[in-house]
């Protein structure tokens, strides 16, 4: 039952993308070893920017 | 569908597997006769009502045969998806827009992008023909061409490193598609925010209470961007709930607002007003930072979509009501009060969305595939994601037809067609044969907190008044007006939402171009070439609202074909490009899948083209109608104000002539170059190569989807 609650919680979260800036720093873990991350408050900034670049929606 | 959740059944469950298979084949059977006995139902009865139970079978029915039996053929024989290869998300992962998400992720990601307003305007528009010619068109026209348009796109995207319809058009056709594919997306985009920033203008107006309720969801995006990037920054989820809080807040605000003798004034505009409201405020929206305003509209408006389609379905299953109005109406013949022209074409013209919309490909290529972890789902993303706008266009038109047909004419009707007094609208619908008085009219606006219902153009408000009786039916009674001005801001949240984004890309796509000319105007962070590119762009969609709102007729009458039209020709070009890599790849025999609806556009775009061009109609013709008022002025009968107005109306309507007529040479440019091209492939001459990617095995694993976080 937890385990149910958690995995829609996880879904939610992932749908709105509120697990991207946990997701970066795996990302950037595993793939940036030497640098330092960006933090949370700029990985959100930056990634509204990329994200607001494109057709993002439509009619 | 489990169908490939077992690869490694062995022989000893064999017989039970068959068994099961003689069970799920039954299963089948029963719906398809249950779907061809609703179908066959709404299509026969001519009773006086028809329950709304009856689409939804029918629309349940269609899609998941279409989906079962049509989308596994085109996955499993045309495109051969292939689930072992890396796909883009995986080849080039970089933590930020290529990631490799679980498939009902990338579903919801996908479907909050294709599905905006159109699906609710459209078939709300088309009802004026009578409940059957929309229900079929979007059934039919999304299982045979919407989900297929998304899908092939979004499978040949895929398949070239996750690339816009733009760039496969440029290198799959040549430079003509490419630059036909850009052009033809501006131009859809600017007629789109015009016409749905009309519709918003007639909800809000002379309406305090709508009026004050969408202008405060603009302080409350603004706080919520604000909470984002400085009190919790970051934290979508807990923002987005706070501002569903305020919003709801906001609507229930707007009806003190409506009571109070001091405030209302401020709020009850007339059109114009409003309009220049519109335009400044997308001007603001398209140079502002993105995090202050379109970001949080956004989350708040993706919350507010899902959940009011979801309460929308929800309340028809419950309430099951009667359908009102007629399967055809006497309007098959082209005189109908809210826009002219026959039911052939035109009503493949006014619903695009929800049947088949060329502005997905826009979606379906470049920005889901950098998402997709497997090949596989693409079924269930571009094929199903389309199937469910689709039946959110089904319930719109449930609750467009569940109203009585003269309420529902007389809010649609402009008061240039049925006349500007309440007595000479209910007079005129009336003899058309469908019933409605004055006190009835009263009696629904003071119901739902409005001044009037005449001539709401532009389907917004019928539709909350639609949605408002089922909502206070199902979750609530007496709350009528609470729940139309929820419906109303429902609308206007995402309505809005289209129109910062597009206003944003227009802007960007036009400083792309500018770059070209001179260097600095392509600099996306050069504040004079922001303001000056945002400001052509806003000019542009501002002129047309402008024009909308100034016509006697409404403007939607004319905004909303041409955005068919537009729609339809990028639609046509995305399945040229589709279907010249689906001839230059050898699959001549099965091109028809997207040959037949590209066929089909063609034939409707260009046949309702050509009636907006030549028809001596003056409610359908551009050029009879420029000439008509052209006679008016000439002849002196006209008022020197009215006068003025139909000076610029003339420009208007010449003006759509010509961008009419460009849209159908584009459309023929690229079909006729996309033919030069398969002929000279299958004869064997040279033509651009596939620019599909090499195979590269996946290394994510079967499990992967399970295990993913």
Redesign the interface.
């Given at each position: 039952m937890i385990q149910t609650i958690r995995n829609g919680w996880?879904?939610?979260?992932?749908?709105?993308?509120?697990?991207?800036?946990a997701?970066?720093l795996?990302?950037?873990a595993a793939?940036h070893e030497n640098t330092t991350p960006l933090?949370?408050?700029e990985?959100?900034?930056r990634?509204?920017?990329?994200?607001?670049?494109?057709?993002?929606?439509?009619? | 569908m489990t169908e490939r959740q077992h690869p490694a059944t062995n022989a000893a469950t064999s017989q039970g597997s068959r068994l099961h298979g003689v069970y799920r084949y039954a299963l089948w059977v029963m719906v398809a006769i249950l779907g061809a006995g609703a179908v066959g139902g709404i299509a026969l009865s001519r009773g006086e009502t028809i329950n709304a139970l009856w689409f939804i079978v029918a629309a349940v029915a269609v899609y998941s045969l279409a989906y079962r039996f049509y989308s596994t053929w085109i996955a499993t024989k045309v495109l051969l998806l292939d689930e072992t290869r890396a796909t883009p998300a995986e080849r080039f992962?970089?933590?930020?827009?290529f990631?490799p998400?679980?498939r009902?992720?990338v579903f919801?990601?996908h479907f909050a992008?294709?599905?905006?307003?159109?699906p609710l305007i459209g078939p709300t528009l088309a009802v004026q023909f009578g409940y059957l010619p929309g229900t079929l068109w979007i059934l039919i026209g999304a299982v045979l061409g919407g989900c297929v348009q998304d899908m092939v796109i979004m499978f040949f995207s895929t398949r070239r490193d996750g690339r816009s319809l733009g760039q496969m058009a440029r290198d799959e056709l040549g430079p003509m598609g490419g630059a036909a594919a850009l052009v033809g997306?501006l131009m859809i985009m600017i007629i789109?925010i015009a016409v749905?920033g009309l519709v918003l203008v007639n909800a809000m107006k002379h309406s305090p209470w709508a009026t004050a309720t969408v202008a405060a969801t603009i302080p409350i995006a603004i706080f919520i961007g604000l909470y984002?990037?400085?009190i919790r920054?970051?934290?979508?989820?807990e923002g987005?709930i706070l501002g569903l809080v305020l919003l709801l807040f906001a609507v229930v605000g707007g009806g003190w607002v409506d009571q109070s003798s001091l405030l209302r004034p401020l709020f009850d505009q007339g059109g114009l007003p409003l309009a220049w409201a519109v335009i400044v405020y997308g001007f603001f929206a398209a140079i502002l930072p993105?995090?202050l305003l379109?970001?949080p509209r956004?989350?708040l408006s993706?919350f507010v979509k899902l959940g009011t389609i979801i309460l929308l379905a929800i309340a028809i299953v419950i309430l099951h009501p009667d359908i009102r109005m007629p399967a055809l109406t006497r309007f098959t013949d082209g005189t109908g009060p809210i826009f002219g022209g026959k039911l052939f074409p035109f009503v493949f013209i006014t619903i695009?969305?929800g049947a088949i919309?060329g502005?997905?490909s826009?979606?379906s290529s470049?920005?889901t595939p950098k998402l997709l972890a497997n090949e596989r789902d693409i079924r269930p993303i571009g094929y199903g994601g389309m199937v469910l706008e689709s039946f959110v266009a089904i319930t719109a038109l449930i609750a467009a037809t569940l109203l009585d047909p003269g309420v529902y004419f007389a809010i649609n009707s402009p008061a240039g067609v049925v006349g500007a007094s309440a007595a000479s609208a209910v007079a005129t619908i009336s003899h058309w044969g469908f019933p409605v008085t004055v006190e009835q009219m009263e009696s629904l606006a003071k119901a739902v907190g409005e001044s009037t219902l005449f001539a709401r153009t532009g389907g917004a408000p019928s539709l909350a008044v639609g949605m408002a009786t089922l909502f206070s039916s199902a979750f609530g009674n007496g709350l009528l007006s609470v729940w139309y001005h929820f419906a109303i801001m429902f609308e206007a949240v995402f309505i809005l939402?289209?129109l910062d984004?597009?206003t944003?890309?227009g802007r960007?796509m036009l400083q792309d171009f500018l770059g070209n000319l001179w260097a600095p105007l392509g600099r996306?962070s050069w504040y004079p070439s922001v303001l000056f590119t945002s400001g052509v762009i806003v000019a542009a969609w501002g002129y047309f609202l402008y024009i909308g709102v100034i016509d006697p007729n409404g403007g939607v009458n004319i905004l909303w074909p041409l955005?068919g039209i537009s729609?339809q020709m990028l639609a046509a070009i995305a399945l040229s490009v589709a279907t010249g890599i689906l001839i230059k790849s050898g699959r001549l025999r099965e091109c028809w899948i997207t040959a037949l609806p590209l066929a089909w556009l063609a034939i409707i775009t260009t046949t309702a083209a050509w009636e907006k061009i030549v028809s001596s109609d003056v409610r359908i013709g551009f050029l009879t109608a420029a000439n008509s008022l052209a006679d008016k002025i000439a002849s002196g009968t006209m008022s020197p104000e009215a006068a003025q107005i139909a000076l610029k109306l003339i420009f208007n309507q010449r003006l759509d002539a010509g961008l009419t007529i460009f849209f159908v040479l584009v459309l023929w440019v690229v079909i006729l170059d996309m033919l030069r091209l398969s002929v000279r492939h299958l004869r064997g001459l040279s033509v651009p190569p596939l620019t599909e990617s090499p195979y590269s095995p996946s290394h994510l694993g079967a499990n992967w989807a399970r295990d993913s976080?």
């Open positions: 996880r879904r939610v979260r992932a749908l709105m993308s509120d697990d991207g800036y997701r970066y795996r990302h950037h793939a933090s949370r408050r990985f959100y900034l990634e509204q920017e990329r994200k607001w670049s494109g057709i993002r929606r439509c009619c | 992962n970089n933590g930020r827009d990631v998400t679980h009902w992720i919801g990601h992008a294709i599905a905006g307003p159109g997306t789109l749905l984002l990037r400085d920054p970051g934290r979508v989820v987005s993105v995090w379109l970001a956004d989350y993706t695009a969305c919309s502005f997905h826009l979606i470049g920005t939402a289209t984004a597009g944003r890309v960007f996306t955005f729609n976080r």
